[in-house]
Antibody
Framework: QVQLQQSGPGLVKPSQTLSLTCAISGDSVSSNSATWNWIRQSPSRGLEWLGRTYLRSKWYNDYAPSVRSRITINPDTSKNQFSLQLNFVSPEDTAVYYC??????????WGQGTLVTVSS | DIVMTQSPESLAVSLGERATFNCKSSQSVLYSSDNKNYLAWYQQKPGQPPKLLIYWASTRESGLPDRFSGSGSGTDFTLTISSLQAEDVAVYYCLQYYSTPWTFGQGTKVEIK
């Protein structure tokens, strides 16, 4: 059974960097079939896919255009986890952030969610 | 980006009755090389992450009650709950995973009448 456990601060000041981590059990971040994703949810923007990281013969990343200039998703093979960094946050980045695995078809396992509030 | 539009925004159905709601994509999510629709349905209850119900537009996730079914192809899709149960009260989302950025519909809220 795959489990994803999120960690990270729930409060970030404007213009600073949001950092979250998603620890994986029951699968590997180095899987050659899965992809590892971040999604957020807010009342104003709904569910929004932010990006992914995955290993095929090398590491790849894809990011949503809405955040491409500010986002980094990195795998950490030593800890079997992956992370999200979102730079220069504003109150519009306040949301519940989820990590999720794409398995054989689509997003099948999700983390528990982390409410991140951007406020001074 | 592919825009996903769900209708209706909310739906009130009596227990045991059928609930049907729709999802329309701004372009086809049918991939010609494998003849699969890259469309999934999720159920979300308050305080929980979305739960995968249906993928490839009509394949039920393991353990999903058979009162849930998905249909459609190309740009028009439907999720049907054949006999609504109290535990089905939730918001339902569609997701296209045909091309990045993957995009979700805005959701349909299902309530008991």
């Amino acid at each position: 059974q795959v489990q994803l456990q999120q960690s990270g601060p729930g409060l970030v000041k404007p213009s600073q960097t949001l950092s979250l981590t998603c620890a994986i059990s029951g699968d590997s971040v180095s899987s050659n079939s899965a992809t590892w994703n971040w999604i957020r949810q807010s009342p104003s923007r709904g569910l929004e896919w932010l990006g992914r990281t995955y290993l095929r013969s090398k590491w790849y990343n894809d990011y949503a255009p809405s955040v491409r200039s500010r986002i980094t998703i990195n795998p950490d093979t030593s800890k079997n986890q992956f992370s999200l960094q979102l730079n220069f946050v504003s109150p519009e980045d306040t949301a519940v952030y989820y990590c999720a695995r794409r398995g054989a078809a689509t997003l099948d396992y999700w983390g528990q969610g982390t409410l991140v509030t951007v406020s001074s | 980006d592919i825009v996903m539009t769900q209708s209706p925004e909310s739906l009130a159905v009596s227990l045991g009755e059928r609930a049907t709601f729709n999802c329309k994509s701004s372009q086809s999510v049918l991939y010609s090389s494998d003849n699969k629709n890259y469309l999934a349905w999720y159920q979300q209850k308050p305080g929980q992450p979305p739960k995968l119900l249906i993928y490839w537009a009509s394949t039920r996730e393991s353990g999903l009650p058979d009162r849930f079914s998905g249909s459609g192809s190309g740009t028009d899709f439907t999720l049907t709950i054949s006999s609504l149960q109290a535990e089905d009260v939730a918001v339902y989302y569609c997701l296209q995973y045909y091309s990045t950025p993957w995009t979700f519909g805005q959701g349909t809220k299902v309530e008991i009448k």
